[in-house]
T-cell receptor
């Protein structure tokens, strides 16, 4: 595997389900990100982890719970979601340091909440 | 917070035509990236360009940080250039702000 991978690519879940999205980066980076892309809206940064420590949480509802066990893996745990949470969820990674922050993205998980 | 505006929002080109996409930002930024999002949702890195000019094949980009804008040039467009083009600015720490994108359709 190369670059940034995400699984699953598609997910349909009910509002009472619990599911997890997985992201893995093979670039040797130390920062990982979750973004949400809703229809007709810009990408929104949700969470950032730097060396496994959360550095950004942009007022994301608690029904989204991130986990970063190491610099290569990032999870987004989902529970009791709402239909408006249906979106494309994108993971990215970067080699953080100084102002250099070029981000590389995975293919995304397209989530539908029924 | 910082505002990022892209123009035009939509663009239709005949294959072979040239185009210029613009990204304006309202405050100083640490760096700027251009991405192409293909129809399957994958964001493809085009340029990392906090300032100056870079070229990669038919694409080039220029960022004038002091005037808070960046331009993406597409020459001799091809149908595979269709998709959405985003600029993203990186501010302090890990904050990243994306523009709303320019949706490009290239007709054969």
């Amino acid at each position: 595997e190369t670059g940034v991978t995400q699984t699953p690519r598609h997910l349909v879940m009910g509002m009472t389900n619990k599911k997890s999205l997985k992201c893995e980066q093979h670039l040797g980076h130390n920062a990982m990100y979750w973004y949400k892309q809703s229809a007709k809206k810009p990408l929104e940064l949700m969470f950032v982890y730097n060396f496994k420590e959360q550095t950004e949480n942009n007022s994301v509802p608690s029904r989204f719970s991130p986990e970063c066990p190491n610099s290569s893996h990032l999870f987004l745990h989902l529970h009791t979601l709402q239909p408006e949470d249906s979106a494309l969820y994108l993971c990215a990674s970067s080699q953080a340091g100084s102002s250099y922050n070029e981000q590389f993205f995975g293919p995304g998980t397209r989530l539908t909440v029924l | 917070g910082i505002q990022v505006e892209q123009s035009p929002p939509d663009l239709i080109l005949q294959e072979g035509a040239n185009s210029t996409l613009r990204c304006n930002f309202s405050d100083s930024v640490n760096n700027l990236q251009w991405f192409h999002q293909n129809p399957w949702g994958q964001l493809i890195n085009l340029f990392y360009i906090p300032s100056g000019t870079k070229q990669n094949g038919r694409l080039s980009a220029t960022t004038v940080a002091t005037e808070r804008y960046s331009l993406l040039y597409i020459s001799s467009s091809q149908t595979t250039d269709s998709g959405v083009y985003f600029c993203a600015v990186h501010t302090g720490g890990f904050k990243t702000i994306f523009g709303a994108g320019t949706r490009l359709f290239v007709k054969a």
